[in-house]
T-cell receptor, first 110, second 115 residues
Framework: DAKTTQPTSMDCAEGRAANLPCNHS???????VYWYRQIHSQGPQYIIH???NNETNEMASLIITEDRKSSTLILPHATLRDTAVYYC???????????FGQGTTLQVKP | DTAVSQTPKYLVTQMGNDKSIKCEQN?????MYWYKQDSKKFLKIMFS???????INETVPNRFSPKSPDKAHLNLHINSLELGDSAVYFC??????????????FGPGTRLTVL
């Protein structure tokens, strides 16, 4: 599975959009980009995933560049409860094997 | 109506003991997983079962033995506990072992402390 690179930490003001970048320059054609988050002391939570098209759900939007070498997770109106570690994971289409990196610690501030 | 539950939430035990952690999911999923999160917060997959059959077995000491009595349960038994086993253990489940298997639902975790 392709490796991902994320900033170690980011801050965001409450009510503003949080844009979390992820580089996955070695991604291959059948690999998906998944995003999870882990709020302190809780189990990880699935957010969204995509292959090459942009995706949106009730939690977030996922923007994948045309060359698929990077993506951005967007939380449109961050709240204090969005403070968490956000993981960008690239997965081959049929493994179910998630490899978590260090993720990005997002701190949403009042 | 908890989706993925684990018991116990906390487990404190002595080195050398044998202990079990239980996991149950009521989502009707076919696949279940065990992950370990160490003190540095790295989260790593240990095992995966699909319909009671082992499908992922990472490099884990054979003191760790998963047991799946049915597809709603995946228990983790650990023999001869060592200090390095101290961690938070998460159970997860997903609909299938395919691409949808990457949409995993995690339990609240069991914090194991070995003294």
């Amino acid at each position: 599975d392709a490796k991902t690179t994320q900033p170690t930490s980011m801050d965001c003001a409450e009510g503003r959009a949080a844009n979390l970048p992820c580089n996955h320059s070695t991604i291959s054609g059948n690999e998906y980009v998944y995003w999870y988050r882990q709020i302190h002391s809780q189990g990880p939570q699935y957010i969204i995933h995509g292959l090459k098209n942009n995706e949106t759900n009730e939690m977030a939007s996922l923007i994948i560049t045309e060359d698929r070498k990077s993506s951005t997770l967007i939380l449109p109106h961050a709240t204090l409860r969005d403070t968490a570690v956000y993981y960008c994971i690239v997965v081959s289409g049929n493994t179910g094997k998630l490899i978590f990196g260090q993720g990005t610690t997002l701190q949403v501030k009042p | 109506d908890t989706a993925v539950s684990q018991t116990p939430k906390y487990l404190v035990t002595q080195m050398g003991n044998d202990k079990s952690i239980k996991c149950e999911q009521n989502l009707g999923h076919d696949t279940m997983y065990w992950y370990k999160q160490d003190s540095k917060k790295f989260l790593k997959i240990m095992f995966s079962y699909n319909n009671k059959e082992l499908i992922i077995n990472e490099t884990v000491p054979n003191r760790f033995s998963p047991k799946s009595p049915d597809k709603a349960h995946l228990n983790l038994h650990i023999n001869s506990l060592e200090l390095g086993d101290s961690a938070v253990y998460f159970c997860a489940s997903s609909p299938t072992s395919g691409r949808a298997g990457n949409e995993q639902f995690f339990g609240p975790g069991t914090r194991l402390t070995v003294l």
